[in-house]
């Protein structure tokens, strides 16, 4: 059936309105889901700034950072220190990453080195399936089975405490750390491969000579990212490492770490408006700074070593 031009110039008059309305639509819409993003953000810091000010007009700056004890609900003489919770942060998030470390660039070695691509579409997988168990999972697994373990070869291990959860933690990252790893191995070029191997190198001298240095920036990268999600995990910190608030740096026994305060902070035991609640959100302001730190290293360190090929 024939087309009259006409009728052709008319269709072609209506595809360019509707093109012409997409392209002005659409902007809109993305831009509009940036600033949802920007203002999220600008709220969170807004109402963590305000809060903890009020916070520090009842508490010295020096006593939240200088001293050792910390009575959030004492009746008598409360007593708000950061120390005890920082250091239980500190030393979960130590243990996690000497354990996703090690495992997770050693995997990433494999993967990206000596696995065959069969093999990698397998195993990657698998890993990555780590990452998606709930952190509610791991925070009992670590409370139910990993603490009766540790406790036959550790008969002074207390019921909870933060070895377990740290290590729990360290598994939980192994994904973030291998894919993150391998990702940047398998970046580096396959001639710098070749023309080492050309000259003589081992597969293990290819790798620890040329590939992890050529890819030493998302390496660490990885490693301070993990860091990070270590330093932010919450469940299984507060099922497994319990809530004392000693400042110790022995492992066997039970700490608070910065997460954990917060969620005991919110269940209901202090009272809205009190110090003891306003104190969650300078908790949650040190947590927030010290976050936003690791993430500033890590593309620090990403753009400063970074190599480009």
Do not use: C, H
Request: hydrophobic share 50%.
């Amino acid at each position: 059936m024939a087309v009259s031009v006409k009728e052709l110039i008319q269709k072609n008059n209506k595809t360019m309105s509707v093109n012409k309305v997409t392209g002005k639509v659409i902007p809109v819409l993305l831009f509009g889901a940036a600033l949802i993003s920007i203002l999220t953000t600008v709220g969170i810091v807004f109402t963590l700034i305000y809060e903890t000010t009020l916070f520090f007009k009842a508490v010295s700056f020096i006593e939240f950072f200088t001293s050792k004890e910390l009575r959030p609900l004492s009746p008598v003489e409360p007593k708000f220190s950061i120390l005890p919770l920082l250091v239980g942060t500190l030393m979960s998030s130590l243990i996690a990453m000497l354990v996703a470390i090690p495992i997770g660039l050693t995997t990433a070695i494999f993967l990206s080195e000596y696995a065959s691509e069969n093999t990698r579409k397998v195993l990657k997988p698998l890993i990555e399936v780590l990452a998606g168990i709930p952190t509610i999972v791991y925070g009992f697994f670590a409370f139910t089975f990993v603490t009766p373990l540790l406790r036959e070869f550790i008969p002074a291990l207390q019921a909870t405490n933060v070895l377990s959860p740290g290590i729990v933690m360290g598994i939980m990252i192994i994904p973030m750390v291998a894919s993150l790893s391998e990702d940047a191995m398998n970046s580096v070029p396959n001639a710098m491969r070749e023309g080492a191997l050309a000259m003589g190198s081992t597969k293990l001298e290819v790798t620890f000579r040329v590939v992890i240095p050529a890819a030493i920036s998302g390496i660490v990268a990885s490693f301070v990212l993990g860091i990070s999600r270590a330093i932010g995990e919450t469940m299984i910190v507060t099922i497994a490492s319990g809530s004392s608030k000693n400042l110790t740096f022995d492992i066997t026994q039970s700490m608070q770490t910065m997460t954990a305060y917060i969620v005991e902070v919110t269940s209901g035991d202090a009272a809205a408006g009190t110090t003891a609640y306003y104190s969650l959100y300078a908790v949650a302001m040190t947590l927030f700074v010290f976050t936003l730190l690791m993430n500033l290293l890590a593309r620090y360190i990403s753009r400063k070593y970074r190599e480009v090929y």
